[in-house]
């Protein structure tokens, strides 16, 4: 059986997807508002290779409160298999932040600041689920943030998430996502 969810552009979901993972469907391309929740998670229609999404402003609440862009399948969001390297720049001085596996981060100096940018996802290999990650954007206190790497997925991606780091509540901004 399938659900259909108004504002999806016709675009059909098992049940099980949106009420076993919260995943909500958007309209493609269409700007959201970002939930004072700690996660935002939105569901991708199947057989897409290519994802954009861009962040408005997002904010996040706490000491370490900045956004964590993960992807998942159907059923589950990967929180671990990441391999992802980070740059930053400000005042003309470019920073080697370091590499992580638990999500793709955008970092700050402020707990306060918001966060602008774009992220692309490309299927490099659909037999393995291989999903590169390119992120660039610019948050409010004035560094801009370039990351790049990679995610290998159990199976089909089907789910973007938006997540704050630490569990805190994003608490404002907007963001969009389309594919193809």
């Not at 059986?1 to 995943?23: H, L, N, R, W, Y």
């Not at 159990?154 to 193809?180: H, Y």
Request: hydrophobic share 40%; proline share 5%.
């Amino acid at each position: 059986m399938t659900t259909k969810v108004k504002g999806t552009e016709g675009i059909e979901f098992p049940d099980a997807t949106v009420q076993a993972s919260a995943a909500r469907p958007v309209t493609k391309g269409a700007f959201v508002n970002l939930p004072a929740a700690p996660t935002y998670t939105v569901a991708i229609p199947a057989g897409k290779q290519s994802i954009t999404a861009y962040l408005r402003l997002a904010t996040a609440a706490g000491s370490s409160p900045l956004p964590v862009f993960r992807i998942g399948t159907i059923s589950a969001i990967a929180n671990t298999g990441y391999s992802v390297c980070y740059w930053r720049s400000a005042h003309q001085v470019v920073q080697d932040i370091g590499f992580d596996t638990t999500g793709l981060l955008i970092f700050s100096n402020t707990p306060s600041a918001s966060v602008t940018g774009k992220l692309e996802l490309t299927l490099m290999d659909a037999a393995t689920n291989t999903w590169n990650f390119d992120y660039s954007g610019r948050t409010s206190d004035g560094f801009l943030n370039i990351s790049n790497g990679t995610c290998v997925l159990p199976g089909e991606l089907r789910q973007l998430q938006l997540t704050s780091f630490a569990g805190s509540n994003l608490t404002g901004g907007q963001m969009s996502v389309d594919w193809s």
